[in-house]
């Protein structure tokens, strides 16, 4: 079955929807307390990560053909987007800060907790542009404040910036397209839409 979230922005909550003969909503999601800002899947498609405004990351888990949350975790501050790299790793870019953090699963009690600390350019921020991990490249695209930057993953699972983009307002919105071509951006400074392609150094 085909499944499409959605956040209902009024009641701060994740709903799921399941298409048989039309979309049909399966279950509500109310954990969140305040706005909802972001949500990644896992390429499994079996977990669902999400972080708003009441400075919580939860972590779903389909058990049994029901979402289930299996873990909340404190930040210190909002954040505006999250990511899976991979089943076991995500990110997310706190609200106006110079970092990004990393989160990993420990073997043991099966949790995620904070790894590491990517450092990123800061400042003010807007939502709409969310994290987006190209896993044929190993590339990250994150927006923090004006900046959007391309953060590479290294194989023995440190980041590396490779090449971050000012474009001197944080109203910018964009993605990458799937196969980590081409970055298209729009932003309210340059009032244009610009299309970058990616080369191999």
Same mark, same amino acid.
């Given at each position: ?5 959605? $956040?209902?922005?009024?009641?701060? &909550?994740? %709903? ?10 399966? =279950? &509500?999601? &109310? ?17 669902? /990560?999400?972080?708003?405004?009441? %400075? ?5 888990? =389909? ?6 949350? $299996?873990? #909340? ?11 899976? /790299? ?23 009690? %099966? =949790?995620?907790? #904070?790894? #590491? ?17 190209? +896993?044929?490249?190993?590339? @990250? ?12 993953? +290294? ?8 090449? !971050? ?15 980590? =071509?081409? @970055?298209? &951006?729009?932003?309210?400074? !340059?009032?244009?839409?610009? $299309?970058? #392609?990616?080369?191999?150094?």
């Amino acid at each position: 079955m085909d499944l499409f979230i959605e $956040i209902k922005w009024t009641y701060e &909550t994740i %709903k799921f929807w399941q298409k048989q003969n039309e979309w049909l909503c399966s =279950q &509500t999601i &109310t954990d969140h307390n305040h706005y909802v800002w972001g949500l990644s899947q896992n390429e499994q498609q079996n977990r669902v /990560i999400s972080c708003g405004e009441d %400075k919580l990351i939860l972590v779903m888990e =389909q058990q049994n053909k029901q979402w289930i949350v $299996i873990q #909340k975790i404190t930040v210190e501050t909002e954040g505006f987007r999250l990511c899976f /790299i991979d089943n076991n790793t995500f990110t997310f870019q706190p609200w106006q800060k110079e970092y990004m953090h990393v989160f990993e699963i420990n073997s043991t009690n %099966k =949790q995620y907790s #904070k790894t #590491k600390d990517i450092p990123v350019d800061g400042g003010g921020d807007t939502s709409f542009f969310p994290q987006q991990y190209i +896993k044929y490249k190993c590339i @990250l695209v994150n927006k923090n404040a004006s900046n959007v930057s391309l953060i590479r993953k +290294k194989q023995n699972g440190e980041f590396i910036i490779e090449q !971050s983009i000012d474009f001197g307002t944080y109203h910018i919105y964009g993605q990458m397209t799937d196969d980590g =071509q081409y @970055l298209i &951006t729009w932003d309210d400074k !340059s009032k244009e839409y610009q $299309i970058r #392609k990616y080369q191999e150094q």
